[in-house]
């Protein structure tokens, strides 16, 4: 039987056939929803078409990366027997014949059915539709435009797809009906992996990123570690929290914003490197680098400080490129960003200085250092809550200098008033040994020598609580546990957070980080819409 086929293929050759239309001239999605749920009906009167499983023994990359010549006709290799499993993505009937492109996480084979093959039902085969998921066994035949394809005698219907997906169709390497409308991609993520392999690939990467973290600071003797993600006090940053009830013990909870203050409590308790591969949630505003839920990593290190966390970031960022990417220079836009070490290291206030042209001065009052940013430019609204030249610099340097940082650089010595976790440095108290990380226009790394004097450290947050009692969102609470934790001693240490997701980001150029998170958080869906 195959010497026939084969000689059928032959009579009449394969030309990459056009698309057949799934139905006759397609009609709205309602009338093929209807039409596919017909045709589960009538499938479902000779077998299950919702499976309990299926004995899928080859990935399509198997068959599909056998040698050519080792599968011509009367070859072993011709007789091997494949049995694979995945989504249909494309189909070509040709009366008594058809191909059909199935899909799996490793890629595409070509799939031939014929009428004269007694041991197929081939009703069921040029039945299927785009979408549907089934398993198919063969052997193997190289088509007369060189293709392997595998010729099924067995088929079986797994999955049923019921919403007829995007067709995307390429030609002269351009691509057309691409499911493109972010929201529709966001909200229906499921449709966006099927059909757009680029987004599998930016998933794929983010696991191997996650995994790579995981390797590198197990090497460096990091323990990973687990901390609540119920807080009967937030803390760890300046964020609003999300919060929930407790019903057993009628107490308010708050969903983690940082698992900071946990992990430092194991540092009292004797362990000397610990981090955590973290979700924090924090009610505020979606932008195109903020989503309320998010990924952390947070680590700390007994006897370090800023500068071995300074260390440990440069040499954490080059092995995640060389070995997730294979290059520490990384596409960004139309250009590129360069990993290799050292990176540029800039003051707080000189990267003002360098990027906004403002030069402030420590000595300034509130209103000079106002006076100084609005006569830069700076609108009213972007120093409105400025009450200081602390408060007056963070605000220049969120609105005209993070922005520009492209290149990777270290900013140092932030303001210690808006650093109520890190350790003051002793040449200028009014500055904080802490840095921040920025590539790409993004902060994706804040770490600083951790504060653990339990004097100091009650009155910063006396201070935040002055401020949240005030009505400045910058406020905080006031954690006596973690207080008492320090009185204990806790050893001088470094600690460092990464955003996983903006690092993710820059690693698959990326723009938005609803690219890189499976399930950001949208809108609740219009009533009706379907």
């Not at 008594?96 to 031939?112: C, H, M, S, V």
Request: hydrophobic share 40%.
């Amino acid at each position: 039987m195959a010497s026939k086929e084969k000689s059928n293929a032959q009579k009449k050759p394969q030309q990459s056939p056009k698309p057949a239309p799934e139905a006759a001239p397609e009609h709205d999605a309602s009338d093929l929803f209807e039409t596919r749920l017909r045709k589960l009906e009538e499938a479902r009167a000779s077998q299950n078409p919702y499976d309990i499983s299926y004995q899928r023994k080859n990935t399509v990359s198997e068959p599909a990366s056998v040698a050519v010549d080792s599968i011509a006709e009367g070859t072993p290799g011709s007789l091997v027997v494949y049995n694979v499993a995945g989504r249909v993505r494309a189909k070509r009937l040709m009366g008594k014949a058809g191909f059909l492109d199935l899909e799996d996480e490793t890629g595409r084979l070509q799939i031939y059915g014929t009428e004269k093959d007694a041991s197929l039902d081939f009703n069921t085969f040029v039945s299927l539709d785009l979408g549907d998921i089934a398993g198919f066994e063969g052997t193997l035949f190289v088509t007369r435009t060189g293709q392997i394809s595998l010729r099924a005698t067995k088929m079986t219907l797994l999955a049923k797809c019921l919403r007829p997906l995007p067709v995307v169709k390429e030609a002269d390497g351009k691509v057309f009906d691409a499911f493109t409308d972010k929201e529709s991609r966001y909200r229906m993520r499921y449709v966006d992996l099927i059909v757009n392999p680029h987004v599998r690939k930016t998933f794929l990467i983010r696991s191997q990123i996650v995994s790579q973290i995981r390797s590198f600071l197990n090497a460096e003797g990091y323990l990973e570690v687990e901390t609540p993600m119920m807080h009967p006090i937030p803390g760890g940053a300046s964020a609003k929290p999300f919060t929930t009830h407790h019903n057993a013990l009628d107490m308010e909870l708050f969903l983690r914003i940082a698992p900071e203050l946990y992990l430092k409590r194991l540092l009292v308790g004797g362990f000397s490197k610990v981090y955590e591969i973290n979700r924090n949630f924090r009610n505020e505003g979606i932008s195109f680098k903020h989503n309320p839920e998010f990924t952390m990593l947070e680590l700390y290190e007994a006897y370090g400080d800023m500068n071995s966390m300074l260390d440990l970031c440069e040499r954490l960022f080059v092995d995640l490129a060389e070995r997730v990417i294979g290059s520490t220079k990384l596409p960004f836009e139309e250009d590129f960003i360069e990993l290799k070490r050292p990176w540029e290291r800039l003051t707080y206030f000189d990267a003002i200085k360098k990027y906004a042209k403002i030069d402030l001065k420590e000595n300034m009052t509130g209103e000079q250092a106002v006076a100084a940013a609005k006569a830069a430019g700076l609108r009213d609204e972007e120093v409105a809550h400025a009450d200081s030249v602390w408060t007056v610099a963070e605000c220049i340097f969120d609105a005209r200098v993070e922005e520009k940082l492209m290149q990777p650089v270290f900013i140092t010595h932030h303001p210690i008033a808006v650093s109520p976790l890190a350790k003051a440095d002793p040449a200028n108290r009014n500055f904080a040994l802490r840095f921040e990380t920025y590539i790409a226009g993004r902060e994706l790394c804040n770490a600083f020598s951790e504060l653990n004097d339990p004097i100091d450290q009650k009155a910063r947050f006396q201070a935040q609580v002055e401020l949240r009692e005030k009505g400045s969102e910058g406020g905080g609470y006031m954690d006596h546990d973690y207080i008492r934790a320090l009185e204990y001693g806790m050893p001088p240490a470094g600690g460092m957070g990464i955003g996983i997701d903006r690092l993710v980001m820059l690693f698959t150029n990326s723009h938005t980080i609803r690219d890189v998170i499976l399930f950001p958080v949208l809108r609740p869906e219009t009533a009706g819409s379907d």
